[in-house]
């Protein structure tokens, strides 16, 4: 159901009972629109453009690897969970450490995080609720252990 916001200009808002981190980074502005990864601007006369695809792989304890599709608008577990995968996590807001990987290489945005300190992310620690890939990366899961 759209809930519909009154101002100088009407703008229908979906309702979203459960949100996910991706979701909360959309914006909505009157000439340029983002959603799921997908753009568009006034300027592009409606075009649409896909947000370019990166590879992430993700090593098990067991050294077990994965290999999965990701982009810079969807965390690093989300997309393992499109993929069919199960990763640890608690929070999904990057505030608990439940998720934490260790990204060997590669580079994350993961500036919606609050509990890593700066020198665990200096040593390549993530949390992948709120990890975005903005490369192909290389990731070693399971990792909250290495926290305490």
Do not use: W
Not at 25 to 52: D, H, I, M, P
Not at 64 to 89: H, M, T, V
Not at 97 to 124: A, R, Y
Not at 130 to 137: F, S, T
Request: include cysteine; aromatic fraction near 6%; charged fraction near 25%.
């Amino acid at each position: 159901m759209d809930q519909v916001l009154y101002s100088s200009y009407i703008i229908k808002i979906p309702v979203i009972s459960r949100i996910s981190p991706s979701q909360a980074q959309l914006t909505t502005r009157l000439n340029n629109k983002t959603y799921f990864g997908l753009s568009s601007s006034r300027g592009n006369f409606g075009k649409v453009f896909a947000k370019e695809s990166r590879k992430v792989k993700l090593i098990s304890p067991e050294g077990e690897e994965q290999e999965i599709e990701g982009n810079e608008d969807c965390c690093i577990l989300e997309s393992a969970e499109n993929a069919g995968l199960e990763l640890p996590y608690s929070c999904r807001s990057g505030t608990c450490g439940t998720c934490c990987g260790k990204l060997v290489s590669g580079k994350v945005d993961q500036s919606l995080g609050s509990f890593l300190e700066e020198e665990q992310i200096q040593k390549g620690y993530i949390l992948t609720c709120i990890a975005l890939p903005l490369e192909d990366c290389v990731v070693y899961t399971h990792k909250q252990s290495d926290l305490i």
